[in-house]
Every structure is written in structure tokens, then in C-alpha cells.
């Protein structure tokens, strides 16, 4: 049995686009690793592009890794058998609770239908689907049963659409944003509810998210992506608490933070020329502390301890053997 509920070995994402003759390519996820411990949450942050989505898209196989590996347990994903049990086992939650679900289904359709072509239910599905309805705290459930999404708020559909993934009894839920189109008081409902089910039902989260806020109310680990890379990862209030890598400051700098308890204000840079550099380091451009090599040489992902690890020349003289 692997100590890991799920593993990600080097996993890269090429995708092509263009004509037949000119086809141009963009290598939006590179060599990203990582682990999920059963009962764990995950979160990962970066601003919009860094290759979030398309990492939790090839952990939940709806796209494949143009190359790498993952595993859930000791099962490679790639596993032909294992493919038709990875989709109970592994549910995502989309960022819209709006488009997931079909406007002309009813919700005990929407959550009912999964369970009967998955064979879930013993007894009968109204039953079940009632229940999943009241486990998500949609009560009475007899009134949600028959109503269509449009009868319904968007914080009622996210929950919806969280009874919807209960329902297939899995082990990990990869949610994409699922807060981002709620106002904040319902996103904290939201939260709050996947918390205590984590709980309950001892689950595993990768969390994305573009707000700190909720990666620190809800995640024990953090991982922090830039330009489809890892540039920094550790235990969510450590890295909260000391940054490391200059990106992580800059994404804590650009938090709202009522009680300024921030007092190390960084002056970054903004570049002039927006593409991606070449060689080095991605963040080049927009650091203030690049120094030569930052721009001449590659820079790989060291461990500063067995539960920290950051991809900056700024550390390299504390990395650890681990
Ligand atoms: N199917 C695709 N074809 C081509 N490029 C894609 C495709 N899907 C994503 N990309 C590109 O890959 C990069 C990473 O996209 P991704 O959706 O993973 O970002 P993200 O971190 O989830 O961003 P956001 O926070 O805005 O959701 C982006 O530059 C995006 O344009
Ligand atoms: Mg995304």
C-alpha cells in the first residue's frame, strides 16, 4: 500500500494548436510533482494561466499528461481497468455550478441518474437522492427534488452539484474554484460543508483557488504554481507565514490584508515585454532580486526540509538532502 493516495511524477502538458502547416505549441504544465495523503487537502494557487486547471484535468483523466505519471495508490491512472473505476473514485467539482448542471433535468435527475448508470443504489434512488439532498443541508429535501437549476440559487447548485459527486462515494475530490462564483458568505457555507464531509467520510482534497483566504481556512499543504511550474510547496501556514520564493510574496503582498500584519512591502517589477522568458527562471522579469544566473541557468525544485521545497536561486545554499 503506497503512503500516497495519490502521486504526480513529472507530469507535462503540450498542447498544439494551428493548422496542419503551422502548428505552434505551448507548454502550459512542466514537470509538476507532488503528493496527496488520504484525509489531506491540497491547494493550489497561482494567478490565471499558471496551469492549475490542466493539472487537476490530467489528474481526473480528462486529459492525458503528454509525459509523466500519476498514480492513485499504486495504480498507475494510465491502467486501462483502473480507468473505469478512477471516475468514482476521483470526482471533480467545477468552478460553475451553472453550466454542470442541465437545465432541463430536474435535481433528482441530476444526482440520481449518476447513481443508477453507476449501480450505487440497493433500494430506491428517490431515497438516496433524498438523502444526498439533506447530507448537503438542502432541506426540506422534498422540495429540492422536483426543482429545475433555475429554481434554484447558485450557492443551492453548487451544493447540488456536491451531492452529485457524494453520490459515487469517492476518496478524492479535486474542486476547481468551487467558491469563486458564490458571494462570499455562501462560499463560506460551501467550505464549511466540505470540511465537515472531509471529516466525515475521511476525504482528500485538491483544492484550487486564486484566494489565499480560503487555501489557508481550508488546506493543510499549499502549492504555489507559476507558468505551469511548481515555485513553492509546504504546509499551508508556513508558507503562509514565511513565504520563500519571491512569487509567494508577491501573491501574499497582492492579498487583502485587514489587520496589516504584513510589513515587508517588495517593490516588484513590471515588465515591459509580457512574454515568458526563454531560459531561467520564469518569474525573472518581474523579480527584483534576479541575479545573473537566474536568467542564464535553469533552476530546479530543492527541498529546504522534508516538508518544504522551493524552485529559487535565492535558496540554494539551504537546501537539504532528503
Ligand atoms: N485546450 C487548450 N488548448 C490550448 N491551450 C490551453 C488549453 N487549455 C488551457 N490552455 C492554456 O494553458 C494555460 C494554463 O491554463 P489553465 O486553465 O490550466 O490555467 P489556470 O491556472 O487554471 O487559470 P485560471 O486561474 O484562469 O483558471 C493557459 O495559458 C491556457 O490558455
Ligand atoms: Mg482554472
Known sequence: MSKYQLQVKGIDKVFTSGSLFKKSHFKA??????????????????????????????????????????????????????????????????????????????????????????NKVEGSVREKVLELLTLVGLTPAEDFIEKYPYQISGGQKQRVVIARVLGLEPEIIVADEPTSMLDVSIGIDIMNLLLDLKEERNLSYILITHNLGSARYMADRIMVMYAGEIVEIGDCEEVINSPKHPYTKLLLQSSPDPWETNDEVIDFIEPIDTKMPQTGCKFQNRCP??????????????????????????????????
Not at 442541465?102 to 448508470?117: C, D, E, F, K, S
Open 29 to 118: 504544465v512542466n514537470n509538476v510533482s507532488f503528493h496527496v495523503k488520504q484525509g489531506e487537502v491540497l491547494a493550489i494557487v497561482g494567478e490565471s494561466g499558471s496551469g492549475k486547471s490542466t493539472t487537476a484535468r490530467m489528474i481526473t483523466n480528462l486529459i492525458k499528461p503528454t509525459s509523466g505519471e500519476i498514480f492513485f495508490e499504486n495504480t498507475n491512472i494510465k491502467d486501462k481497468k483502473f480507468q473505469k473505476e478512477l471516475p468514482e473514485r476521483c470526482q471533480m467539482i467545477f468552478q460553475d455550478p451553472f453550466a454542470a448542471l442541465n437545465p432541463n433535468h430536474t435535481i433528482g435527475y441530476a444526482i440520481g441518474r449518476p447513481l443508477q448508470l453507476k
Open 289 to 322: 532580486f534576479a541575479k545573473e544566473i537566474c536568467r542564464s541557468s535553469e533552476i530546479s525544485i530543492t527541498p529546504l526540509s522534508d516538508k518544504r521545497e522551493v524552485r529559487c536561486n535565492l535558496y540554494e545554499k539551504e537546501a537539504v538532502t532528503i
